[in-house]
């Protein structure tokens, strides 16, 4: 597992191309990032990892970097 | 262990096995006529994006009760047609429960004026409870238990929910899932129908503020008006008085909670999850009870949903599927149902099939 991977799962999520967005997108930049595509990535991390996110943890994410570093360490923390 | 902390605990401090024998008899569903589709609220919202919307919840419709109409109106023609439709003697009848978020009064119980407009005798107990999602499952372990305990022969369940009263016209996160009805289920001791198995049912009150009406009862009577919602990114506004729901959260709770839920309710009743011959979830929306459905490896044959065309009606989406799909259902098979949310509160329990009556 990279952030390859995760930018990956976060773009199936927005069902968006990969390339629209980077490390450094503002989330609240993208107009199409509704409540319901961090619904679909909760799932996405469930399914795949194992993992889940909190409301709390989303709602202090600013940048794709934040939200990539702390299932990072999530994922870290179950293997 | 705390009953609730965690549902993968032992069976025995877990659920309950029904002492003698109570059955599922009659189960009628009665939904208020005007629809609201998808395009309609497409049309009012050029901002809301329905079709991706739809793809992902699965719902196209939801019926809306008109303003003069209440859940114990719409309970009320539920239970109407369940009568009219059998031989079943309202005298008969030695309690009627009523499960609704929405009752037409603070004073008296709906379920007090359902016993005189429904013309039961007055020798039935009348009482109202509030539960969502998991209401439906809570009212089946009530009456089986007041049938069990001999304190009633015959129970009237009703569920009826008008949660569209509640919600705020431009919030999106609960106006396109909700939809309102009633229903009607005849419990009794003698069946022929749906025995009622062993269930279990928990709640977990810190998670009240994730789906809350705020307004309106005595914490605070009225609204100090207009608020923002922020339910994570590009939500709309809503009221003090309105539904406010965190979408996140509770799919959080769901994933948490349900899984185990199912494990140890199959684990009461002694078979392995894949004897389960039916599963039937709270209708939530599509992506979330596909979520669980694959989480808990139940294939999809066993796990139907049907809320395209009335939403997430609250407490009656168990009935409503078993109403819908009781021509599926063979005699003799197990089926569980599952039922979560507001709260929070879950509960979960098996019925062995036999056909009942359809109203």
């Known amino acids: 597992m990279n952030s390859d991977e995760l930018l990956g799962l976060i773009a199936e999520g927005l069902e968006a191309d990969i390339s ?18 961090w619904l679909s990535i909760m799932s996405l991390l469930d399914e795949r990892y194992g993992i889940q996110l909190s409301a709390k943890e989303i709602r202090s994410f600013k940048t794709v ?7 990072t360490a999530k994922i870290a923390a179950v293997r | 262990m705390r ?29 208020p006529e005007t629809v609201v589709t998808n395009l309609q609220l497409q049309e009012e919202n050029a901002d809301w994006d329905m ?33 009219e ?80 009263k509640y919600i705020h016209s431009r919030d999106r996160s609960v106006r396109v899932l909700f939809g309102d009805g009633a229903t009607a289920t005849l419990i009794d001791d003698t069946g022929p129908g749906a025995r009622i ?41 809503g009221q003090l008085e309105t539904l406010f729901m965190d979408g996140q959260e509770l799919f959080q709770f769901t994933l948490r909670r349900i899984p185990p839920l199912v494990e140890a309710t199959a684990k009461l009743n002694n078979v392995a999850l894949e004897e389960v011959d039916w599963f039937v979830f709270h209708q939530a929306n599509v992506f979330m009870n596909e979520h669980i459905r694959r989480k808990l490896k139940i294939p999809q044959e066993k796990a139907p949903i049907v809320l395209e065309d009335v939403g997430n ?30 709260g929070y509160s879950w509960g979960a329990c098996m019925l062995e099939w036999q056909p009942i009556h359809r109203a």
Not at chain 2, 62 to 82: N, Q
């Open chain 1, 20 to 37: 629209t967005i980077s490390m450094e997108t503002q989330i609240s930049d993208v107009p199409d990032w509704t409540s319901l595509v």
């Open chain 1, 65 to 71: 970097r934040d939200a990539v570093e702390c299932v």
């Open chain 2, 3 to 31: 009953n609730g902390e965690d549902c993968g605990g032992t069976v025995k401090e877990m659920g309950f096995r029904p002492r003698s024998e109570a059955f599922i008899r009659a189960i009628s569903v009665h939904l």
């Open chain 2, 51 to 83: 079709a991706k919307i739809e793809a992902k919840v699965g719902i196209k419709a939801r019926h809306v009760a008109p303003p003069e109409v209440t859940a114990g109106d719409l309970a009320y023609f539920a239970a109407r047609s369940l009568f």
């Open chain 2, 85 to 164: 439709s059998s031989d079943v003697d309202r005298n008969s009848i030695d309690f009627l429960l009523f499960c609704t978020q929405s009752p037409d009064y603070f004073l008296p119980a709906t379920a007090c004026i359902l016993q005189d407009r429904l013309r039961l005798g007055t020798h039935c107990a009348a009482l109202d409870f509030n539960q969502g999602c998991s209401g439906y499952v809570y009212g089946l372990r009530l009456a089986e238990s007041l049938v069990a305990a001999g304190n009633a022969k015959r129970v009237l369940f009703l569920t009826g929910e008008t949660y569209s």
């Open chain 2, 197 to 237: 198995l062993a269930g279990c049912l928990g709640s977990d009150g810190s998670g009240a503020e994730n789906l809350i009406v705020r307004s309106g009862g005595m914490r605070s009577r009225r609204s100090s008006g207009e608020v923002p919602i922020e339910t994570g990114q590009h939500e709309s506004v």
């Open chain 2, 313 to 342: 009606t609250v407490s009656n989406t168990i009935p409503i599927a078993i109403h819908r799909l009781g021509d599926q259902f063979r005699p003799g098979q197990k089926l569980m149902l599952v039922g979560f949310g507001v």
